[in-house]
C-alpha cells in the first residue's frame, strides 16, 4: 500500500502533467481567424516608439503608420484592435510564443527572418541608411571603420551596418530607435544606422545638422503571422490586395508620409509570402 505522501506526490505530478499539456498547445499553436472572430479582437504587436510607423501619442493610445493599418486589418475581420507595443528585438518572440496573433511592427522583409516569421506580401517600402552629422565625412564603407555608430538591436539597420562596416568597426546598439537617436543627439555615437525618417526625426531636433550618407538598402515592410498558420496569412494578403486596389493604403501612406504608396514587387527574394 501507498504512503499518503507517495500517492500526494503522484497526484501533484500528474495534475502538472495534465496541466503543462493544456498549456503546452495554447502556446505553440496559433489562434485561428475563427478563434479571433470569436473573441472579438486581434492583438498586434507594434513597435511602440518609431514614429511615423509606431508610437504611443500623447493621450497614450497607439498611433502611426502601422496603427492605421492595424485597425483597418481589425476592421476586415469584424474585430477590434489591440495593440502590444514591442521593442525591435522583441517583436518576433512576441508573436512566435503566442503574446500577439500578428506583427504590422515595421518588419523589413529579410530572408533571415522568414525562417521564423511568415511574411504577408507587402504594404510599405523604406530604405536603410548611415545618417551623420553633415561635418562627418564619410565617402564609402572603409570611412565607417572611424567612427562609432549606433543602431537598434536586431534591427534591417544592425543587419546592413553590421554587413558593411570594415572589421573593428565600433557598433553601439540599443534598445530601439528613440535610445538610437537620443544616442546620436547626445554624442554617444559618431552617426546611426537610420530607416527613411531618422532624417527628418533628427533634423526636428538639431535643425540642418544631419545628413543621410550612404544608402545600403531599400526594403519592403510586411505584415507576419507564424510559421505554417494558413489561414491568418491569407487573411492578411487578402487584406492587402484589397486596400492597394480600392485605395486604402493611399490614406496612411497620405497622413504619415506625405506621398502615394509606391509599385510593390510581386516578389522578394527568399522571402515567400504564402504560407506552406
Known sequence: MQSFPTRRRRLLTGVAA???????????????VADVKKRG?????????????GF???????????????????????????????????????????RVDVLFA????????????????????????????KA?????????????????????QDTQVTQHAPPGTTIRRFDDDAA??????S?????????????????AQKPGTFEDKIEFSRLYNGACSRLGDKEMNAALNAFIDHIIADGEL???YQKWMNMAPPAFPASVEGIPFTAS
Open 187 to 203: 554624442g554617444q555615437v559618431d552617426a546611426v544606422g537610420g530607416n527613411m525618417f531618422y532624417l527628418p526625426r533628427l533634423n
Open 18 to 32: 495534465t496541466l503543462g499539456a493544456a498549456l503546452l498547445p495554447r502556446l505553440a499553436l496559433a489562434d485561428s
Open 180 to 185: 538610437t537617436i537620443q544616442a546620436m543627439l
Open 56 to 98: 504611443v501619442n500623447p493621450q497614450g493610445v497607439q498611433d502611426g503608420f502601422d496603427a492605421d493599418v492595424g485597425r483597418m486589418f481589425a476592421a476586415s475581420l469584424g474585430v477590434e484592435a489591440e495593440f502590444v507595443p514591442l521593442a525591435v528585438a522583441n517583436r518576433i518572440p512576441a508573436l512566435t510564443t503566442g
Open 106 to 133: 515595421t518588419m523589413a522583409m529579410l530572408p533571415e527572418r522568414a525562417k521564423a516569421v511568415q511574411f504577408s506580401k507587402p504594404y510599405v517600402a523604406n530604405y536603410i541608411t548611415l545618417t551623420a552629422p
Open 250 to 252: 493611399a490614406k496612411p
Open 41 to 53: 479582437k486581434i492583438i498586434i504587436g507594434i513597435q511602440g516608439d518609431n514614429p511615423p510607423f
Open 136 to 156: 562627418t565625412v564619410v565617402k564609402d564603407f572603409a570611412d565607417m571603420g572611424k567612427l562609432t555608430i549606433g543602431v537598434p538591436r536586431s534591427s534591417a
